[in-house]
Protein backbone atom coordinates (compact mmCIF):
# COMPACT_ATOMS: atom_id res chain seq x y z
CA UNK A 1 0.00 0.00 0.00
CA UNK A 2 1.30 3.36 -0.67
CA UNK A 3 1.28 5.75 2.02
CA UNK A 4 -0.65 8.57 -0.16
CA UNK A 5 -3.25 6.16 -0.60
CA UNK A 6 -5.96 7.16 1.16
CA UNK A 7 -7.89 4.45 3.95
CA UNK A 8 -11.35 4.03 5.41
CA UNK A 9 -11.22 1.33 7.88
CA UNK A 10 -8.67 1.07 10.26
CA UNK A 11 -8.36 -0.97 13.36
CA UNK A 12 -6.73 -0.97 16.58
CA UNK A 13 -6.08 -3.35 18.88
CA UNK A 14 -4.34 -3.30 22.02
CA UNK A 15 -2.97 -6.69 24.24
CA UNK A 16 -2.24 -5.99 27.75
CA UNK A 17 -3.90 -4.57 30.73
CA UNK A 18 -7.58 -3.92 29.90
CA UNK A 19 -7.18 -5.14 26.22
CA UNK A 20 -9.34 -3.57 24.15
CA UNK A 21 -10.36 -3.14 20.27
CA UNK A 22 -11.39 -0.32 18.44
CA UNK A 23 -12.52 0.39 14.43
CA UNK A 24 -12.12 3.75 13.05
CA UNK A 25 -14.30 4.40 9.81
CA UNK A 26 -13.66 7.61 7.94
CA UNK A 27 -11.96 9.16 10.79
CA UNK A 28 -14.47 8.02 13.14
CA UNK A 29 -14.30 6.07 16.04
CA UNK A 30 -17.63 3.70 15.10
CA UNK A 31 -16.90 0.76 17.74
CA UNK A 32 -14.84 0.25 20.69
CA UNK A 33 -15.02 -2.15 23.46
CA UNK A 34 -12.61 -3.52 26.45
CA UNK A 35 -12.53 -7.02 26.90
CA UNK A 36 -13.41 -6.86 30.15
CA UNK A 37 -16.72 -6.45 29.42
CA UNK A 38 -17.56 -9.59 27.38
CA UNK A 39 -15.72 -11.65 29.60
CA UNK A 40 -16.69 -9.09 33.10
CA UNK A 41 -13.23 -9.93 34.50
CA UNK A 42 -11.95 -6.33 35.71
CA UNK A 43 -8.98 -5.26 33.63
CA UNK A 44 -8.77 -8.15 31.41
CA UNK A 45 -5.26 -8.48 29.75
CA UNK A 46 -5.16 -11.04 27.54
CA UNK A 47 -6.20 -10.68 23.67
CA UNK A 48 -9.32 -9.41 22.95
CA UNK A 49 -10.69 -11.94 20.69
CA UNK A 50 -14.69 -10.99 21.95
CA UNK A 51 -13.63 -7.26 21.26
CA UNK A 52 -12.58 -7.84 17.89
CA UNK A 53 -14.97 -9.86 17.03
CA UNK A 54 -17.88 -7.63 18.06
CA UNK A 55 -16.04 -4.10 15.93
CA UNK A 56 -16.08 -6.01 12.82
CA UNK A 57 -19.73 -6.91 12.95
CA UNK A 58 -20.94 -4.15 14.15
CA UNK A 59 -19.79 -2.48 11.11
CA UNK A 60 -20.89 -5.45 9.00
CA UNK A 61 -17.98 -6.26 7.77
CA UNK A 62 -14.86 -8.62 8.01
CA UNK A 63 -10.98 -8.44 8.37
CA UNK A 64 -10.93 -8.46 4.45
CA UNK A 65 -12.65 -4.99 4.22
CA UNK A 66 -9.87 -3.59 6.68
CA UNK A 67 -7.52 -1.60 5.28
CA UNK A 68 -5.13 -0.96 8.16
CA UNK A 69 -4.32 -2.36 11.85
CA UNK A 70 -2.37 -0.60 13.90
CA UNK A 71 -1.18 -1.89 17.53
CA UNK A 72 -0.05 0.53 20.55
CA UNK A 73 3.35 -0.94 21.48
CA UNK A 74 6.65 -1.22 19.91
CA UNK A 75 6.58 -5.41 21.06
CA UNK A 76 5.49 -7.95 18.77
CA UNK A 77 2.51 -9.53 20.58
CA UNK A 78 2.99 -13.02 20.02
CA UNK A 79 -0.91 -14.48 20.65
CA UNK A 80 -2.13 -11.45 17.90
CA UNK A 81 0.30 -12.53 15.47
CA UNK A 82 -0.89 -16.09 15.97
CA UNK A 83 -5.03 -14.85 15.82
CA UNK A 84 -3.85 -12.31 12.83
CA UNK A 85 -1.86 -14.74 11.05
CA UNK A 86 0.75 -12.10 10.96
CA UNK A 87 3.74 -14.63 11.92
CA UNK A 88 5.16 -13.79 8.79
CA UNK A 89 4.52 -10.24 8.81
CA UNK A 90 7.15 -7.86 8.78
CA UNK A 91 7.68 -5.87 11.85
CA UNK A 92 7.08 -2.47 11.08
CA UNK A 93 7.75 0.36 13.77
CA UNK A 94 5.75 3.83 13.29
CA UNK A 95 5.79 7.00 15.13
CA UNK A 96 6.54 10.49 15.26
CA UNK A 97 8.99 12.14 12.71
CA UNK A 98 12.29 11.28 13.14
CA UNK A 99 11.48 7.95 15.61
CA UNK A 100 13.46 6.07 13.38
CA UNK A 101 16.27 7.49 14.16
CA UNK A 102 15.74 7.69 18.18
CA UNK A 103 18.10 6.21 19.71
CA UNK A 104 15.84 5.62 22.98
CA UNK A 105 13.32 4.08 20.81
CA UNK A 106 15.25 1.47 20.27
CA UNK A 107 16.64 0.59 23.33
CA UNK A 108 13.51 0.37 24.89
CA UNK A 109 12.46 -1.74 22.17
CA UNK A 110 15.24 -4.30 22.72
CA UNK A 111 14.71 -4.55 26.82
CA UNK A 112 10.43 -5.17 25.73
CA UNK A 113 11.88 -8.26 23.02
CA UNK A 114 14.03 -9.21 25.41
CA UNK A 115 11.68 -9.70 27.98
CA UNK A 116 9.00 -11.28 25.51
CA UNK A 117 11.78 -13.71 24.25
CA UNK A 118 12.51 -15.13 27.94
CA UNK A 119 8.64 -15.52 28.45
CA UNK A 120 8.28 -16.85 24.89
CA UNK A 121 6.62 -20.43 25.02
CA UNK A 122 4.54 -22.30 22.04
CA UNK A 123 1.38 -20.21 21.30
CA UNK A 124 -1.29 -21.93 18.72
CA UNK A 125 -4.83 -21.36 18.90
CA UNK A 126 -7.22 -23.86 19.26
CA UNK A 127 -9.63 -25.27 16.91
CA UNK A 128 -12.79 -23.40 18.40
CA UNK A 129 -11.13 -19.88 18.34
CA UNK A 130 -11.87 -17.92 15.39
CA UNK A 131 -9.01 -16.83 13.94
CA UNK A 132 -8.79 -13.57 11.82
CA UNK A 133 -6.72 -13.25 8.53
CA UNK A 134 -4.62 -9.71 8.04
CA UNK A 135 -1.73 -11.48 6.20
CA UNK A 136 -0.81 -9.49 3.52
CA UNK A 137 -2.48 -6.32 5.03
CA UNK A 138 -0.40 -3.21 6.47
CA UNK A 139 0.25 -3.18 10.02
CA UNK A 140 1.65 -0.95 12.18
CA UNK A 141 3.41 -0.63 15.86
CA UNK A 142 3.04 2.66 17.17
CA UNK A 143 4.48 3.78 21.05
CA UNK A 144 1.96 3.47 23.46
CA UNK A 145 2.22 7.30 24.24
CA UNK A 146 1.61 7.75 20.65
CA UNK A 147 -1.36 6.04 20.90
CA UNK A 148 -2.53 8.11 24.16
CA UNK A 149 -1.50 11.06 22.39
CA UNK A 150 -3.32 10.44 19.02
CA UNK A 151 -6.71 9.41 21.15
CA UNK A 152 -7.31 12.88 22.27
CA UNK A 153 -5.88 14.87 19.82
CA UNK A 154 -8.05 13.46 16.92
CA UNK A 155 -10.97 13.36 18.97
CA UNK A 156 -10.47 17.26 20.44
CA UNK A 157 -12.10 19.26 17.26
CA UNK A 158 -8.14 21.01 17.52
CA UNK A 159 -7.99 22.03 13.91
CA UNK A 160 -5.55 24.54 15.09
CA UNK A 161 -2.09 24.19 16.45
CA UNK A 162 -2.40 22.75 19.56
CA UNK A 163 -0.54 21.53 22.77
CA UNK A 164 -1.16 17.61 23.72
CA UNK A 165 0.31 16.19 26.93
CA UNK A 166 -0.12 12.23 28.03
CA UNK A 167 1.05 10.76 31.48
CA UNK A 168 0.25 7.19 32.98
CA UNK A 169 2.00 4.85 34.81
CA UNK A 170 4.37 3.47 32.15
CA UNK A 171 4.05 2.21 28.53
CA UNK A 172 6.69 1.04 26.29
CA UNK A 173 9.04 2.50 28.42
CA UNK A 174 8.05 5.90 28.75
CA UNK A 175 5.32 7.61 31.59
CA UNK A 176 5.19 10.99 29.97
CA UNK A 177 5.32 13.08 26.75
CA UNK A 178 4.92 16.46 25.15
CA UNK A 179 3.69 17.07 21.50
CA UNK A 180 2.29 19.75 19.25
CA UNK A 181 -0.18 18.77 17.09
CA UNK A 182 -0.22 20.35 14.06
CA UNK A 183 -2.52 19.68 10.87
CA UNK A 184 -3.03 16.01 12.01
CA UNK A 185 0.08 15.84 12.85
CA UNK A 186 2.27 14.91 16.18
CA UNK A 187 5.44 16.34 16.81
CA UNK A 188 7.63 15.39 20.05
CA UNK A 189 8.72 17.99 22.03
CA UNK A 190 9.59 15.39 25.41
CA UNK A 191 9.87 11.77 26.70
CA UNK A 192 10.20 10.95 29.90
CA UNK A 193 11.02 7.64 31.26
CA UNK A 194 9.56 5.52 33.82
CA UNK A 195 11.73 7.19 36.46
CA UNK A 196 9.40 10.33 36.02
CA UNK A 197 6.05 8.35 36.42
CA UNK A 198 3.68 10.40 38.59
CA UNK A 199 0.83 7.65 37.52
CA UNK A 200 3.41 5.27 39.13
CA UNK A 201 3.78 7.44 42.60
CA UNK A 202 -0.02 7.73 43.11
CA UNK A 203 -0.12 3.98 42.13
CA UNK A 204 2.27 3.58 45.12
CA UNK A 205 0.67 4.96 47.56
CA UNK A 206 -3.04 3.37 46.55
CA UNK A 207 -1.74 0.17 46.86
CA UNK A 208 -0.15 0.69 50.08
CA UNK A 209 -3.35 2.06 51.31
CA UNK A 210 -4.94 -1.33 50.24
CA UNK A 211 -6.53 -1.32 47.00
CA UNK A 212 -5.52 -2.20 43.38
CA UNK A 213 -2.80 0.01 41.33
CA UNK A 214 -4.01 1.05 37.93
CA UNK A 215 -7.34 0.35 39.48
CA UNK A 216 -7.45 1.84 42.44
CA UNK A 217 -6.34 5.31 42.02
CA UNK A 218 -10.50 6.72 41.90
CA UNK A 219 -10.74 5.70 45.86
CA UNK A 220 -6.92 7.51 46.71
CA UNK A 221 -8.44 10.43 45.16
CA UNK A 222 -11.90 10.03 46.73
CA UNK A 223 -10.45 9.24 50.04
CA UNK A 224 -8.28 12.81 49.95
CA UNK A 225 -10.65 15.29 50.45
CA UNK A 226 -11.24 13.35 53.94
CA UNK A 227 -8.20 14.22 54.96
CA UNK A 228 -5.43 16.80 55.46
CA UNK A 229 -1.93 17.65 54.87
CA UNK A 230 -0.78 19.27 58.37
CA UNK A 231 1.34 16.24 59.73
CA UNK A 232 1.88 14.73 56.28
CA UNK A 233 3.08 17.25 54.18
CA UNK A 234 6.41 16.37 52.33
CA UNK A 235 6.24 12.85 53.77
CA UNK A 236 5.99 11.27 50.15
CA UNK A 237 8.25 13.33 48.48
CA UNK A 238 11.19 10.48 48.43
CA UNK A 239 8.83 8.76 46.09
CA UNK A 240 7.25 11.87 43.49
CA UNK A 241 9.19 12.39 40.94
CA UNK A 242 9.53 16.26 40.69
CA UNK A 243 9.70 18.57 37.87
CA UNK A 244 11.32 21.80 37.10
CA UNK A 245 10.89 23.80 33.88
CA UNK A 246 9.02 21.15 32.16
CA UNK A 247 12.61 18.57 32.97
CA UNK A 248 12.26 16.15 35.16
CA UNK A 249 14.99 16.92 37.63
CA UNK A 250 13.88 14.44 40.79
CA UNK A 251 13.54 10.73 39.45
CA UNK A 252 12.56 8.23 41.35
CA UNK A 253 14.09 4.11 40.41
CA UNK A 254 10.82 2.29 40.36
CA UNK A 255 12.72 -1.33 39.45
CA UNK A 256 10.40 -3.79 37.82
CA UNK A 257 7.27 -4.04 40.11
CA UNK A 258 6.56 -7.61 40.70
CA UNK A 259 3.73 -8.82 38.93
CA UNK A 260 0.74 -11.26 39.88
CA UNK A 261 -2.15 -12.50 37.68
CA UNK A 262 -5.54 -12.57 39.16
CA UNK A 263 -8.74 -13.29 37.30
CA UNK A 264 -6.99 -12.51 33.74
CA UNK A 265 -6.02 -8.93 35.01
CA UNK A 266 -2.90 -7.77 35.80
CA UNK A 267 -1.40 -6.35 39.66
CA UNK A 268 1.85 -4.90 40.32
CA UNK A 269 3.81 -4.51 43.82
CA UNK A 270 5.94 -1.94 43.99
CA UNK A 271 8.19 -2.05 47.01
CA UNK A 272 8.27 1.37 48.06
CA UNK A 273 4.33 1.00 49.06
CA UNK A 274 5.74 -1.08 51.91
CA UNK A 275 7.33 2.38 53.18
CA UNK A 276 3.79 4.00 52.47
CA UNK A 277 2.04 1.75 53.72
CA UNK A 278 4.00 1.92 57.52
CA UNK A 279 3.78 5.88 56.71
CA UNK A 280 -0.20 5.54 56.46
CA UNK A 281 -0.61 3.41 59.62
CA UNK A 282 1.09 5.94 61.74
CA UNK A 283 -0.72 9.44 60.12
CA UNK A 284 -4.31 8.06 58.52
CA UNK A 285 -4.89 6.84 55.30
CA UNK A 286 -6.70 9.97 54.82
CA UNK A 287 -4.09 12.13 55.36
CA UNK A 288 -1.39 10.01 53.22
CA UNK A 289 -4.55 10.23 50.23
CA UNK A 290 -4.60 13.99 50.67
CA UNK A 291 -0.61 14.08 50.69
CA UNK A 292 -0.49 12.01 47.60
CA UNK A 293 -3.38 14.09 45.52
CA UNK A 294 -1.72 17.58 46.70
CA UNK A 295 2.02 16.37 45.28
CA UNK A 296 0.14 15.03 41.76
CA UNK A 297 -2.05 18.38 41.52
CA UNK A 298 1.28 20.64 42.37
CA UNK A 299 3.38 18.76 39.62
CA UNK A 300 0.71 18.49 37.16
CA UNK A 301 -0.21 22.22 36.65
CA UNK A 302 3.60 23.49 36.94
CA UNK A 303 4.52 20.74 34.34
CA UNK A 304 1.26 21.74 32.03
CA UNK A 305 1.88 25.53 32.84
CA UNK A 306 5.58 25.28 31.73
CA UNK A 307 4.70 24.21 28.01
CA UNK A 308 1.75 26.35 27.38
CA UNK A 309 4.26 29.44 28.87
CA UNK A 310 7.18 27.75 26.27
CA UNK A 311 5.12 27.30 23.18
CA UNK A 312 2.80 29.70 23.72
CA UNK A 313 -0.71 27.44 22.75
CA UNK A 314 -3.41 27.97 23.82
CA UNK A 315 -5.55 24.62 23.60
CA UNK A 316 -4.46 21.46 24.98
CA UNK A 317 -5.38 18.08 24.71
CA UNK A 318 -4.94 15.56 27.46
CA UNK A 319 -4.73 11.64 27.98
CA UNK A 320 -3.40 8.51 29.81
CA UNK A 321 -4.50 7.30 32.72
CA UNK A 322 -3.42 10.48 35.02
CA UNK A 323 -5.77 12.19 33.36
CA UNK A 324 -8.46 10.46 35.07
CA UNK A 325 -8.12 12.27 38.13
CA UNK A 326 -11.00 14.76 37.89
CA UNK A 327 -9.71 16.47 40.51
CA UNK A 328 -5.88 17.31 38.73
CA UNK A 329 -7.98 18.10 35.94
CA UNK A 330 -10.06 20.67 37.91
CA UNK A 331 -7.12 22.42 38.55
CA UNK A 332 -6.08 22.97 35.21
CA UNK A 333 -9.37 23.91 34.07
CA UNK A 334 -9.60 26.39 36.81
CA UNK A 335 -6.02 27.93 36.08
CA UNK A 336 -7.30 29.43 33.10
CA UNK A 337 -4.16 28.98 31.56
CA UNK A 338 -5.87 27.56 28.73
CA UNK A 339 -8.58 29.03 26.14
CA UNK A 340 -10.00 25.68 25.74
CA UNK A 341 -8.89 21.79 27.74
CA UNK A 342 -9.67 18.45 26.21
CA UNK A 343 -9.35 15.28 28.02
CA UNK A 344 -10.28 11.72 26.01
CA UNK A 345 -12.99 10.39 28.23
CA UNK A 346 -11.06 6.77 27.91
CA UNK A 347 -8.05 7.72 28.96
CA UNK A 348 -6.99 4.63 30.76
CA UNK A 349 -5.24 2.17 28.58
CA UNK A 350 -8.60 0.28 27.12
CA UNK A 351 -8.60 3.61 25.25
CA UNK A 352 -5.21 2.98 23.34
CA UNK A 353 -6.74 0.62 20.86
CA UNK A 354 -8.48 3.82 19.25
CA UNK A 355 -5.79 6.01 19.98
CA UNK A 356 -4.04 3.64 17.22
CA UNK A 357 -6.93 3.28 15.07
CA UNK A 358 -7.15 7.03 14.61
CA UNK A 359 -3.55 7.67 14.16
CA UNK A 360 -3.60 5.23 11.53
CA UNK A 361 -6.40 6.85 9.62
CA UNK A 362 -5.06 10.57 10.25
CA UNK A 363 -1.63 8.95 8.48
CA UNK A 364 -3.24 7.80 5.67
CA UNK A 365 -5.55 11.06 5.15
CA UNK A 366 -3.34 13.41 5.98
CA UNK A 367 -5.22 16.90 5.85
CA UNK A 368 -8.79 15.46 6.83
CA UNK A 369 -10.57 17.24 9.57
CA UNK A 370 -10.34 16.88 13.03
CA UNK A 371 -13.80 16.43 14.88
CA UNK A 372 -14.96 16.82 18.12
CA UNK A 373 -16.08 13.99 19.98
CA UNK A 374 -19.59 14.01 21.05
CA UNK A 375 -20.27 10.87 22.91
CA UNK A 376 -18.44 7.03 23.49
CA UNK A 377 -21.91 5.24 22.51
CA UNK A 378 -19.24 2.46 20.71
CA UNK A 379 -20.50 -0.56 22.39
CA UNK A 380 -22.99 -3.52 21.96
CA UNK A 381 -26.71 -2.75 21.12
CA UNK A 382 -29.44 -5.19 22.31
CA UNK A 383 -32.76 -5.16 20.55
CA UNK A 384 -35.89 -5.57 22.33
CA UNK A 385 -36.43 -9.09 20.45
CA UNK A 386 -33.46 -10.24 21.70
CA UNK A 387 -33.81 -8.83 25.38
CA UNK A 388 -37.57 -10.47 25.53
CA UNK A 389 -35.95 -13.91 24.73
CA UNK A 390 -33.65 -13.32 27.29
CA UNK A 391 -36.27 -12.50 29.63
CA UNK A 392 -38.71 -15.17 28.64
CA UNK A 393 -35.69 -18.10 28.94
CA UNK A 394 -35.49 -17.02 32.42
CA UNK A 395 -39.22 -17.26 33.26
CA UNK A 396 -38.99 -13.52 34.48
CA UNK A 397 -41.82 -10.84 35.15
CA UNK A 398 -41.80 -7.98 32.91
CA UNK A 399 -43.86 -5.08 31.39
CA UNK A 400 -43.02 -3.99 28.11
CA UNK A 401 -43.82 0.18 27.62
CA UNK A 402 -43.51 2.40 24.97
CA UNK A 403 -40.26 3.76 24.03
CA UNK A 404 -42.34 7.70 25.39
CA UNK A 405 -43.46 6.49 28.42
CA UNK A 406 -40.07 4.74 29.57
CA UNK A 407 -38.76 8.52 31.17
CA UNK A 408 -41.97 9.33 32.44
CA UNK A 409 -42.68 5.57 34.18
CA UNK A 410 -38.77 6.17 35.48
CA UNK A 411 -39.18 9.47 36.50
CA UNK A 412 -42.02 8.88 38.63
CA UNK A 413 -39.89 5.45 40.09
CA UNK A 414 -36.94 7.71 40.73
CA UNK A 415 -38.97 10.22 42.22
CA UNK A 416 -40.17 7.99 44.89
CA UNK A 417 -36.91 7.31 46.08
CA UNK A 418 -36.40 4.19 44.25
CA UNK A 419 -32.89 2.71 43.00
CA UNK A 420 -33.58 2.29 39.38
CA UNK A 421 -31.43 0.09 37.00
CA UNK A 422 -30.82 1.71 33.31
CA UNK A 423 -29.92 -0.64 30.58
CA UNK A 424 -30.36 1.08 27.22
CA UNK A 425 -28.84 1.75 23.68
CA UNK A 426 -25.25 1.21 22.88
CA UNK A 427 -23.17 0.94 26.06
CA UNK A 428 -20.27 3.26 26.53
CA UNK A 429 -16.68 2.68 25.94
CA UNK A 430 -14.76 4.24 28.97
CA UNK A 431 -14.93 4.15 32.86
CA UNK A 432 -17.74 6.45 33.59
CA UNK A 433 -21.04 5.06 32.80
CA UNK A 434 -23.23 8.13 30.79
CA UNK A 435 -26.68 7.14 30.77
CA UNK A 436 -26.49 3.68 29.22
CA UNK A 437 -25.26 1.04 31.47
CA UNK A 438 -26.57 3.22 34.78
CA UNK A 439 -27.69 2.62 38.14
CA UNK A 440 -30.04 5.56 39.29
CA UNK A 441 -31.25 7.21 42.28
CA UNK A 442 -32.54 10.74 43.56
CA UNK A 443 -29.67 13.07 44.15
CA UNK A 444 -31.73 15.29 46.79
CA UNK A 445 -30.96 13.02 49.79
CA UNK A 446 -28.18 12.72 51.47
CA UNK A 447 -28.64 9.31 52.63
CA UNK A 448 -29.04 7.89 49.06
CA UNK A 449 -25.24 8.18 48.69
CA UNK A 450 -24.68 5.59 51.83
CA UNK A 451 -28.20 3.45 50.44
CA UNK A 452 -26.21 2.86 47.30
CA UNK A 453 -22.60 2.25 48.75
CA UNK A 454 -24.22 -0.46 51.26
CA UNK A 455 -26.65 -2.24 49.20
CA UNK A 456 -26.02 -2.01 45.68
CA UNK A 457 -22.33 -1.12 44.88
CA UNK A 458 -20.75 -3.33 48.49
CA UNK A 459 -18.13 -0.50 48.54
CA UNK A 460 -16.76 1.87 50.54
CA UNK A 461 -19.03 4.48 52.16
CA UNK A 462 -16.84 7.70 51.60
CA UNK A 463 -16.90 7.15 47.75
CA UNK A 464 -19.19 9.83 45.76
CA UNK A 465 -21.30 9.65 43.14
CA UNK A 466 -21.77 11.48 39.87
CA UNK A 467 -24.56 13.98 39.19
CA UNK A 468 -26.03 13.97 35.34
CA UNK A 469 -28.28 16.71 34.65
CA UNK A 470 -28.70 18.72 31.92
CA UNK A 471 -26.26 21.17 29.92
CA UNK A 472 -28.54 23.88 30.13
CA UNK A 473 -28.83 23.86 34.10
CA UNK A 474 -24.98 23.01 34.69
CA UNK A 475 -24.21 26.82 34.91
CA UNK A 476 -27.17 27.21 37.43
CA UNK A 477 -25.54 24.23 39.65
CA UNK A 478 -21.97 24.65 39.44
CA UNK A 479 -19.05 27.20 39.43
CA UNK A 480 -17.25 28.29 35.79
CA UNK A 481 -19.59 25.07 34.88
CA UNK A 482 -18.48 24.00 31.07
CA UNK A 483 -20.16 21.64 29.11
CA UNK A 484 -18.77 17.94 30.20
CA UNK A 485 -20.63 15.17 28.95
CA UNK A 486 -17.84 12.40 29.99
CA UNK A 487 -17.73 13.25 33.86
CA UNK A 488 -13.55 13.57 33.09
CA UNK A 489 -13.23 16.75 35.62
CA UNK A 490 -14.81 18.05 38.50
CA UNK A 491 -16.34 21.58 39.40
CA UNK A 492 -17.22 23.47 42.81
CA UNK A 493 -20.96 22.89 43.20
CA UNK A 494 -22.47 26.58 44.17
CA UNK A 495 -22.94 27.75 47.67
CA UNK A 496 -26.47 26.59 48.86
CA UNK A 497 -26.79 24.24 45.65
CA UNK A 498 -25.22 21.05 47.55
CA UNK A 499 -28.92 21.10 49.77
CA UNK A 500 -30.30 20.39 46.87
CA UNK A 501 -28.41 17.71 45.70
CA UNK A 502 -26.04 16.64 48.58
CA UNK A 503 -26.26 12.82 47.37
CA UNK A 504 -23.50 13.74 44.55
CA UNK A 505 -21.91 16.49 46.41
CA UNK A 506 -19.07 15.51 47.42
CA UNK A 507 -17.25 16.66 51.33
CA UNK A 508 -15.08 19.07 49.75
CA UNK A 509 -18.25 20.60 47.95
CA UNK A 510 -16.79 19.26 44.47
CA UNK A 511 -18.82 17.40 41.94
CA UNK A 512 -17.66 15.54 38.78
CA UNK A 513 -21.00 15.68 36.26
CA UNK A 514 -22.11 14.59 32.84
CA UNK A 515 -23.87 17.25 31.12
CA UNK A 516 -26.93 15.91 28.42
CA UNK A 517 -28.04 17.39 25.76
CA UNK A 518 -30.71 15.94 23.97
CA UNK A 519 -28.79 15.28 20.84
CA UNK A 520 -26.15 13.22 22.73
CA UNK A 521 -29.06 10.64 24.12
CA UNK A 522 -32.45 11.54 23.49
CA UNK A 523 -33.83 8.99 26.00
CA UNK A 524 -31.19 9.39 28.94
CA UNK A 525 -32.13 13.65 28.10
CA UNK A 526 -36.03 12.96 28.45
CA UNK A 527 -35.64 10.97 31.67
CA UNK A 528 -33.80 13.77 33.71
CA UNK A 529 -36.00 16.36 32.02
CA UNK A 530 -38.72 14.84 33.55
CA UNK A 531 -37.23 14.26 36.86
CA UNK A 532 -36.72 17.65 37.03
CA UNK A 533 -40.41 18.98 36.28
CA UNK A 534 -41.54 16.66 38.97
CA UNK A 535 -39.23 17.36 41.07
CA UNK A 536 -37.67 20.70 40.05
CA UNK A 537 -34.26 19.63 40.52
CA UNK A 538 -32.88 18.37 36.77
CA UNK A 539 -30.18 16.05 38.49
CA UNK A 540 -29.96 12.56 38.37
CA UNK A 541 -27.66 10.16 40.77
CA UNK A 542 -25.49 7.95 38.59
CA UNK A 543 -23.09 5.34 38.67
CA UNK A 544 -22.21 2.71 36.49
CA UNK A 545 -24.41 -0.79 36.37
CA UNK A 546 -22.31 -2.85 38.15
CA UNK A 547 -20.90 -3.73 41.51
CA UNK A 548 -17.83 -2.93 43.04
CA UNK A 549 -14.63 -5.10 41.58
CA UNK A 550 -16.82 -6.36 38.41
CA UNK A 551 -16.87 -4.04 35.05
CA UNK A 552 -20.02 -2.60 33.91
CA UNK A 553 -22.82 -4.65 32.05
CA UNK A 554 -22.48 -5.56 28.76
CA UNK A 555 -25.67 -7.63 27.77
CA UNK A 556 -29.11 -8.33 29.21
CA UNK A 557 -27.77 -11.29 31.08
CA UNK A 558 -24.95 -9.07 32.43
CA UNK A 559 -27.61 -7.03 33.90
CA UNK A 560 -30.16 -9.35 34.90
CA UNK A 561 -27.37 -10.91 37.37
CA UNK A 562 -26.52 -7.55 38.89
CA UNK A 563 -29.83 -6.50 39.42
CA UNK A 564 -30.93 -9.80 41.27
CA UNK A 565 -27.97 -9.71 42.88
CA UNK A 566 -28.17 -6.35 44.89
CA UNK A 567 -30.96 -3.83 45.88
CA UNK A 568 -31.41 -2.13 42.73
CA UNK A 569 -35.50 -2.27 43.06
CA UNK A 570 -36.70 -1.42 39.14
CA UNK A 571 -34.69 -2.32 35.93
CA UNK A 572 -35.70 -0.75 32.97
CA UNK A 573 -34.13 -2.57 29.87
CA UNK A 574 -34.98 -1.86 26.53
CA UNK A 575 -38.56 -1.29 26.64
CA UNK A 576 -39.17 -3.72 29.38
CA UNK A 577 -39.59 -3.28 33.27
CA UNK A 578 -38.74 -5.14 35.99
CA UNK A 579 -39.53 -5.08 39.50
CA UNK A 580 -38.71 -6.72 42.92
Known amino acids: MKKAEKVRYVLGIHFGHDSSCSLVKDGKVIASVAEERFTQSKHYSLPPIRALSYCLKSAGITMKDVDLVVFPSI???MELEVLLNLQKQP???KGDSGIAKDLSYYIRYFLIE?????????VELPTYVKRYDASGKEVLHIEHHLAHAASCYYTSGFNEKALVITADGSGDGLSTTVWVGEKGRLSPLLKVGREGSLGAFYGTVTEALGWIVSDGEGKTMGLAPYGNTRKTRGKLNFICPHYEKGRLVKPYNWGWPAEWKDESADHWHFSAADRVKELAEKYGNENIAAEAQRLLERELLAFVKYWKDKTGLKRVAVSGGVFLNVKANQRILESKIFDEFFAFPDAGDSGVSAGA???GYYLKNPGAKIERLTNTYWGPLYTNEEIEKVLKVRKLKYKRLPTRQIPKEAAKLLARG????????RMEAGPRALGSRSILMDPRKAENKDII???VKYREAFRPFCPSILEEAAYEYFEDAEKAPFMIISFDVKKGYE?????VTHVDGTARPQTVNKKQNPLYYGLIKEFGRITGVPVLLNTSFNIKGKPIVCSPE?????FYDTGIEYMFLGNFVLRK
Open 114 to 122: TIRLLRKKL
Open 91 to 93: WVP
Open 357 to 359: ALY
Open 453 to 455: NAT
Open 75 to 77: ARL
Open 558 to 562: DAIKC
Open 499 to 503: KNIPA
Open 418 to 425: KIVGWFQG
